[in-house]
């Protein structure tokens, strides 16, 4: 549309202004239309002195699509298992020295299960950090983590943590909460702007039936939120609530999915009507 074109020609016109210049791009392979973003990009960078820097996984075809073999850097599989280590170590640490993984284990099996567990990671360093999380979670009992720990299949993916942990938050969240926890991944999937904390602590004590009172809100909110979503949200320094990764809303809004996280998925047009309701 003529609203695109004009923005490739302002992009262009900006680089061209330019001695040199980088763009980077991370996780090509996430975006759904990779490829008319690469017929895009290409115009607006031909004829301009600019680099642009792609990462992605390996399996996207590039240089059939702008028509030349790019300069290609393919990095080791595990060339990032010191990073994931760094990323597991402390958290398993501190489970076995709080006596969280139970009497059965002591600091003399930290290196096993940490390499262990790394290598489930399958080189995903989002899969580490959701794991540390999820058996950081205050509702798993000893036998719980041990399981996470020692059973590979179903925790194996983020897809299939990202369903076990659905799954693990269906179960210890009580019922009268479960509507809550669908509302806030409503509202973090719909959001035109980012959601603070206090203004979630605001939505979620609104009443559609009457005005609101202090006493409709969540005692130790954000402590409060961080438990009822799970690993799934983080809350940043600066207080704004946001999912841990854009993999996550991309789930919950996955009709193939639907059957294993139903009662926590999220269609957009719903999603779009229960922010509006707040108005």
Not at 158 to 166: M, N, Q, R, T, V
Request: glycine share 2%; with cysteine.
């Amino acid at each position: 549309c003529a609203s695109e074109q004009s923005l490739e020609s302002l992009i262009r016109i900006y680089l061209e202004q330019l001695d040199e210049s980088y763009l980077v791009f991370d996780a090509l392979n996430a975006c759904i239309e990779w490829d008319e973003f690469l017929i895009s990009l290409r115009k607006c960078a031909e004829e301009t002195r600019c680099k642009i820097v792609l990462i992605t996984r390996p399996h996207l075809f590039i240089s059939s699509v702008i028509g030349k073999k790019p300069y290609h850097m393919e990095l080791e599989e595990r060339a990032n298992m010191n990073e994931i280590n760094e990323i597991i170590r402390p958290g398993i640490s501190s489970l076995i020295c709080s006596g969280k993984l139970g009497t059965r284990y002591s600091l003399d099996h930290l290196d096993l299960i940490v390499q262990n567990l790394a290598d489930r990671a399958d080189s995903i360093v989002l899969w580490a950090v959701l794991i540390v999380k999820h058996l950081q979670s205050k509702t798993l009992t000893p036998n719980g983590r041990e399981e996470i720990i020692n059973k590979d299949k179903p925790f194996k993916g983020l897809e299939k943590l990202y369903s076990k942990i659905l799954e693990d938050l269906r179960r210890r969240v009580p019922g009268s909460q479960h509507k809550k926890v669908h509302k806030v991944f409503d509202w973090l999937v719909s959001a035109q702007q980012p959601w603070t904390a206090r203004m979630l602590e605001v939505a979620l004590a609104v009443k559609l039936d009457r005005p609101s009172i202090q006493e409709d809100s969540i005692a130790d909110f954000e402590e409060s939120l961080l438990e009822l979503c799970g690993p799934l949200v983080e809350i940043r320094q600066d207080r704004i609530v946001r999912f841990i990764h854009l993999s996550v809303a991309e789930y919950l809004t996955n009709p193939e999915d639907f059957a294993t996280i139903s009662s926590l998925s999220v269609t957009l047009q719903d999603a779009h009507s229960s922010t509006a309701s707040l108005c």
